[in-house]
């Protein structure tokens, strides 16, 4: 059985860092690419970031680059997101998951995440 | 970025109705238009991919159409347990983007 669990959530400062990890099993998750998508309060999806199987491609939305980065460990079967000078609109449920993003002679192409953990609230404020 | 616009933003409808939910994307993303759908406090939930394609395990009932622009999710007869939050997601380029969100409301 696939599962997604998140950690690392909880309440921190503006400007404050946290690390948010999702340990996988049930799959081989140096197989797929992995995705971090947010939800604020009340508020619809946001994509985050994602990363390739190897971790050599990495993509953020702009409102997270250069103060997020996204890792993984494959001999951990880990998820990593370290999110750095929080703001107040970080705030926000993120689920990590599976990717269903693939290459073909004809580019690159996406079948959907698939499985999600049941997420974890990062809270910030002062 | 890529600007996905569904419609309604709401809706209210009846077990047994028929449902359709349309997304539009500010440019064409040929058929890379995912599906999913969200109940309270849960994660959300895959339904369709490549804008047609059922996931393994959800019920018939639900279907996408449409290519480029303009996407269409259709249930065809809405079952108690359908109603939820529905999102589409372009996957053509990044970042990937979401639309808003449509609520599916029983009347």
């Known amino acids: 059985e696939v599962q997604l669990v998140e950690s690392g959530g909880g309440l921190v400062q503006p400007g404050g860092s946290l690390r948010l990890s999702c340990a996988a099993s049930g799959f081989i998750f140096s197989s797929y690419w992995m995705t971090w998508v947010r939800q604020a309060p009340g508020k619809g999806l946001e994509w985050v970031a994602n990363?390739?199987?190897?971790?050599?491609?990495?993509y953020y939305v702009d409102s997270v680059k250069g103060r997020f980065t996204i890792s993984r460990d494959n001999a951990k079967n880990s998820l990593y997101l370290q999110m750095n000078s929080l703001r107040a609109d970080d705030t926000a449920v993120y689920y990590c998951?599976?990717?269903?993003?693939?290459?073909?002679?004809?580019?690159?192409?996406?079948?959907?995440?698939?499985?999600w953990g049941q997420g974890t609230l990062v809270t910030v404020s002062s | 970025d890529i600007q996905m616009t569904q419609s309604p933003s709401s809706v209210s409808a009846s077990v047994g109705d028929r449902v359709t939910i349309t997304c539009r994307a500010s440019q064409g993303i040929n058929s890379w238009l995912t599906w999913y759908q969200q109940k309270p406090g849960k994660a959300p939930k895959l339904l369709i991919y490549?804008?047609?394609s059922l996931q393994s395990g959800v019920p018939s009932r639900f279907s996408g159409s449409g290519s480029g622009t303009v996407f269409t999710l259709t249930i065809s007869s809405l079952q108690p347990e359908d109603f939820a939050t529905y999102y589409c997601q372009q996957a053509d380029s990044f970042p990937y983007t979401f639309g808003q969100g449509t609520k599916l409301e029983i009347k």
């Open positions: 990363i390739k199987q190897a971790g050599g491609e990495k």
């Open positions: 998951a599976r990717d269903r993003k693939y290459y073909d002679r004809s580019g690159s192409h996406q079948d959907g995440l698939d499985y």
């Open positions: 490549t804008a047609s």
